[in-house]
Nanobody
């Protein structure tokens, strides 16, 4: 069974850092595009960062220069390093696998959603 389990969220002060992990099972992450998404209460889910099977990466303008997505094929895990965190980064963060070979970083193109991990940025 295909599963993605996100972890690593928590409470951090503005300007701090967190690293989220997305542990995959049932498939090799190196053969699929994997994305990180976030959703705050009352807002729609948005794409934060995605990495494709060729290591091409995409970042939302709001996180560009602060967040970095990476993939460890040996651990079958995708990471999201978040630096210089802002209160507006507060959300539940999810990772997911893209449905098709071609695509982008839009939530509708991804499946296998997990429960997500809460990130709260507050002083």
């Amino acid at each position: 069974q295909v599963q993605l389990v996100g972890s690593g969220g928590g409470l951090v002060q503005p300007g701090g850092s967190l690293r989220l992990s997305c542990a995959a099972s049932g498939f090799p992450v190196e053969d699929y595009a994997i994305g990180w998404f976030r959703q705050a209460p009352g807002k729609e889910r948005e794409g934060v960062s995605c990495v494709n099977r060729s290591h091409g990466t995409t970042y939302a303008d709001s996180v560009k220069g602060r967040f970095t997505i990476s993939r460890d094929n040996a651990k079958n895990t995708v990471y999201l390093q978040m630096n210089s965190l802002k209160p507006e980064d507060t959300a539940v963060y999810y990772c997911a696998r893209r449905r098709w070979f071609y695509g982008s970083c839009m939530p509708s193109e991804y499946d296998s959603w997990g429960q997500g991990t809460q990130v709260t940025v507050s002083s």
